[in-house]
């Protein structure tokens, strides 16, 4: 069960850091294009990460 949590945690953090990584490299336009600051990066990784 531990294990289990670990596991859980860690693809989280990978998640968390893919999405981070991906709208990090899009442009200011895509971004507006999306309704996305770029200040809102982290927070919108954090909650694609959660679900």
Known sequence: MFVT???SK???YMRYRE???ELSL???R????LG??????D???RQNAVA
Do not use: G, P
């Open 10 to 12: 860690v693809r989280a």
């Open 30 to 33: 895509e971004l507006d294009d």
């Open 36 to 41: 996305i600051s770029r200040f809102q990066i």
């Open 26 to 28: 899009l442009s200011d």
């Open 19 to 21: 999405t981070v990584r």
């Open 5 to 7: 949590y670990i596991l």
């Open 43 to 45: 927070s919108i990784a």
